[in-house]
């Protein structure tokens, strides 16, 4: 059974730029979270999408969104982007909501900007 | 409220030895604690989790001691292996938030031979 893909695994960006992140989740999981890993602040939630609608949304700034599509993929898109931004994106997959479930967490996405 | 205080954040034990690993909450809406694992270049995993109706649970090596009176949780590793070296973060979450789960800020174990 795959686990939790996400791509693109290191990228990159300049300040001001927008990235766009992609989660493939576990067949069959139909919740995706994501989450921002730094040194400093450790992991913090950013939003949970369930059956492609927004479950919960964490403390970030309207530049950092997302969206779940029909087969459960999600993105998540920063925009005009500032050097805070650099971190480890985490994607997680799990078969339902409401931590009643496993939460399967994806090896990241490693964002830097310059 | 929605923070979940870890520590040690470091830990060094010997091969055989007991690593501890102590976190505090207090939001009493949470209802869901779990323990993750993680090593350099991955993602989390999930070690083992507890809710509030029980007090103590075991799977093989890992126990979780859950006081909720206190509002604390902590980790118990039994017989501490090399491979066992990562860095283990507590959670905390509510069934009435959705799958979102507030992270302590990790403990990096390291076991010496």
């Known amino acids: 059974k795959a686990g939790v893909t996400q791509t693109p695994r290191y990228l990159i960006k300049t300040r001001g730029q927008q990235v766009t992140l992609s989660c493939s989740p576990i067949?069959?999981?139909?919740?995706v979270s994501w989450y921002q890993q730094t040194p400093g602040q450790g992991l913090q939630f950013l939003f949970e999408?369930?059956?492609?609608?927004?479950?919960n949304k964490g403390n970030f700034p309207g530049r950092f969104s997302g969206r779940q599509f029909s087969n459960s993929r999600s993105e998540m898109n920063v925009s005009t982007l500032e050097l805070g931004d650099s971190a480890l994106y985490l994607c997680?997959?799990?078969?339902?909501?409401?931590?009643?479930?496993?939460?399967?967490f994806g090896e990241g996405s490693r964002l830097t900007v310059l | 409220q929605q923070q979940v205080k870890q520590s040690p954040q470091s830990l060094i034990v010997q091969k055989g030895g007991i690593s501890i690993i102590n976190c505090a909450y207090e939001?009493?809406?949470?209802?869901?604690f779990p323990w993750y694992q993680q090593f350099p270049g991955k993602g989390p995993a999930l070690l083992i989790a507890?809710?509030?109706?029980?007090s103590e649970k075991k799977e093989g090596r890992f126990t979780i001691s859950f006081n909720k009176s206190a509002k604390q949780f902590s980790l118990h590793i039994m017989d501490s292996q090399p491979g066992d070296s990562a860095t283990y973060f507590c959670?905390?979450?509510?069934?009435?938030?959705?799958?979102?789960?507030?992270f302590g800020t990790g403990t990096q174990l390291k076991v010496e031979l």
């Open positions: 997680a997959s799990s078969l339902v909501t409401g931590n009643t479930g496993e939460l399967f």
């Open positions: 067949s069959g999981h139909r919740s």
């Open positions: 999408y369930f059956s492609e609608t927004q479950r």
């Open positions: 939001n009493t809406a949470f209802d869901y």
């Open positions: 507890i809710r509030p109706d029980v």
């Open positions: 959670a905390a979450g509510g069934t009435g938030g959705g799958n979102k789960l507030t």
